[in-house]
């Protein structure tokens, strides 16, 4: 997993929820930090921070629950893409 995606989304949603303690594993669905404009905004920065287009089959809500999961998503969609 690449540590550079994991920070970049990180700062992201820290960006948008600067009061909010977040790390990598926390499940930012679960803390009620994401309603689905923000999950729209978060597949917009993620496929245009590090260039991969999401597929329909990979808009699922367990890509998106931590900046863990979403870094490995990165990282998948970058070996196919590659």
């Known amino acids: 997993m690449s540590n550079t995606a994991q920070g970049q989304?990180?700062?992201f949603?820290?960006?948008r929820f600067p009061q909010a303690e977040l790390?990598?594993?926390q499940d930012i669905?679960?803390?009620g930090f994401v309603n689905s404009l923000f999950a729209m905004e978060l597949v917009m920065f993620?496929?245009?921070t590090f260039g991969v287009?999401?597929?329909n089959d990979e808009l699922r809500?367990?890509?998106?629950r931590t900046a863990d999961s979403m870094?490995?998503?990165v990282d998948r969609l970058a070996r196919v893409a590659a």
């Open 46 to 48: 993620v496929e245009k």
């Open 71 to 73: 870094a490995e998503l």
């Open 13 to 15: 949603v820290r960006g």
């Open 9 to 11: 989304i990180l700062d």
């Open 53 to 55: 287009t999401i597929p």
């Open 61 to 64: 809500i367990d890509n998106f």
């Open 23 to 25: 790390d990598a594993a």
């Open 29 to 31: 669905f679960a803390l």
